[in-house]
């Protein structure tokens, strides 16, 4: 299974992708977390990339090419995968299909997570990731345990919010054309619960 996971910023790529990971043990590759990872690392790229994302901007399209490429050499990666936050521009879907075709495997589908505008902000300003595990949590629809080491992610500000979705409505909406041409795009309602989400995916994935 070689599935994309698209959606707005804070749709519910990462808690879906997870989820998705355990039960079909492949690994979830989100270039979100490779670029806060080389952040913290405080490699030149990481910092570099950290100049867009705290600006809300999308990090140029051959520094996440690059990382994705490097990812999908792992081992790990053999049985299938779930790309979620990458591709995010025509220039990466096309870069990532030369890719796949060079393996000779194939995407097997594209999932969009459609959630509407005014959910997004509360689902991003809320949340908080668990530094010590990278689990994902919500303040109001998935409280953190008591002893969790909380995180508040420096782009989830409401303005910079804002800016993140300017950048998707100008740059990653236009994947969604991309691929339904490619027959490739299932949409899945993203409002709900996180057990109603899961299940809607597991359908649009035929599992
Ligand atoms: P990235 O980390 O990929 O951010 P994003 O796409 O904006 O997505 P998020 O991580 O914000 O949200 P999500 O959809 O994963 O939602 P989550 O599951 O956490 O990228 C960050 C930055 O890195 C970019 O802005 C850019 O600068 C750079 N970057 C990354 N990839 C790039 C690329 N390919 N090209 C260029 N630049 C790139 O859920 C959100 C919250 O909602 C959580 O609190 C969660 O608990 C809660 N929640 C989830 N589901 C539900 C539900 N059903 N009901 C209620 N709450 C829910």
Redesign the pocket.
């Known amino acids: 299974m070689r599935v994309v996971l698209l ?11 997870q989820l998705l990971s355990e039960r079909h043990g492949i690994p979830k590759i ?4 490779m ?2 990872a080389a952040k913290a690392a405080g490699t030149p790229m990481g910092l570099e ?1 950290a100049r ?2 705290n600006e ?4 140029p ?1 051959e520094v ?1 090419i690059g990382l994705v490429a490097e990812r999908l050499e792992a081992a790990d990666c053999a049985p299938g995968f779930i790309l ?6 025509v220039p ?1 879907a096309e870069a990532l299909d030369a890719l796949l075709a060079s393996k000779g495997m194939p995407l097997s589908v594209v999932v969009q ?1 459609d959630v509407p505008r005014e959910l997004l902000l509360e ?2 300003t ?3 990731t668990d530094v010590r595990t990278g689990q ?3 303040l109001k ?2 409280p953190p345990p008591p002893d969790a080491q909380l995180e508040h992610r420096a ?2 500000r409401e303005e910079t919010v804002n800016k ?1 979705l300017v ?2 409505d100008a740059m990653t909406a236009a994947l969604l054309p991309y691929y339904h041409e490619r027959s490739l795009l299932r949409r899945v309602d ?5 057990q ?2 899961t299940e809607r995916l597991g359908q649009a994935l035929g599992t």
């Open positions: 959606g707005a910023p804070a749709s519910g790529k990462g808690t879906q992708g989100s270039t979100g977390d670029l806060r990339a867009f994302m809300g901007k999308l990090v399209d996440v979620d936050g990458f591709p995010r521009t990466q997570l689902r991003a809320l949340r908080r994902i949590y919500h629809y998935n782009d989830d993140r950048e998707y993203g409002v709900g619960t996180m109603e989400i």
